[in-house]
């Protein structure tokens, strides 16, 4: 009996051993953004940096600016600085396998965060269902313009994970009513509200009656929003964007615009760097993590603008 007793002591032990990896076996991450000039992926890179300065982690964080073949080299320098894990966030859809790749070879675990690489995923992928989201934020500005009328769709980058989700999710909610037709797309190439800005104009100028505008950012959402103000159209032009950016929630409660999806950046940011302790202690994860988003306006906006989630 006393012997059994030794034995379930030590398989216990030697469990806890092999159990949950501990925040000191993780010294320190590499954090790949792919442009610091959106405040979205700001919040996730304040969030990463918080958690991980908690549990005494490390963390390099390198900036792309947009721009895949920066990201690469960028990546490639992360990989010789000893980094236990990659939390990357792709810059664009073109290069976006080649760090996965580098990053598998060299025995580093990738997180991905927000945009996956194509035919070459990470150990796991935490994001926004955009599919679902997008599609809830277009139901929502097509009944606010009545059920009907003409429809213009500014998009995010060309090909990445949430461009092409939330074109799915948008077009869903088209799809289910009838009375509204999509007289113009045009893609952004880096979210911006300049870009927003720039493309409602001449998408104004093609289409001066339209009525209803889903912009894939809010970046994207206050530069149309922007263009509608300087054209001073006769009609209501009903504007609804995605992230829940710090800016734009201020915006939204100003009646800037109409509707967001308030995306959890805080949270993004925390399970990102909790999942890479996990894999570097060798637990398994999930593949695909989709967290929800909150259908934002002014109704419920002050909650988002004093605690972000």
Known sequence: MKLSRILLTSAALVALSLGPARAEEVKKLGLAVANLQA?????????VEAEAKSRGIEVVT?????DGPTQV????????????????????????????????????PVINVDRNADGAPGDTFLATDSVASAKAVCEHIIEKAGGSGKMV?????????????????????????????????????????????QIMQNMLQANPDVTI???????????????????????????????????????????????TATQQTQKMGRMAVDQAIKIVGGEKVEPVQLMDATLTTKDNVDGFIANHP
């Open 39 to 47: 405040n979205f992926f700001n919040q996730i890179k304040q969030s």
């Open 213 to 259: 505008v889903f912009a894939q950012a809010d970046g994207l959402a206050l530069g149309a929003a922007q263009a509608i103000k300087v054209a001073n159209p006769s009609q209501k032009i009903i504007v609804g964007g995605f992230d829940g950016d710090t800016a734009a929630l201020e915006a939204l409660k100003n009646g800037v615009f109409d509707v």
């Open 73 to 108: 080299n960028q990546i490639q320098d992360l990989l010789t600085q000893n980094i236990d894990a990659l939390i990357y966030i792709p810059a664009g859809a073109a290069a976006a396998t080649v760090p996965v790749k580098l990053a598998r070879t060299a025995g580093v």
């Open 153 to 197: 769709i500014i998009h995010g980058q060309k090909g990445t994970t949430p461009e092409v989700d939330r074109t799915k999710g948008c077009l869903e909610a088209v799809s289910a009513n009838p009375g509204v037709k999509v007289v113009a797309e045009q893609w952004s190439n880096i979210w911006s509200q300049d870009e927003g800005f």
């Open 62 to 66: 390198v900036d792309a600016k947009g």
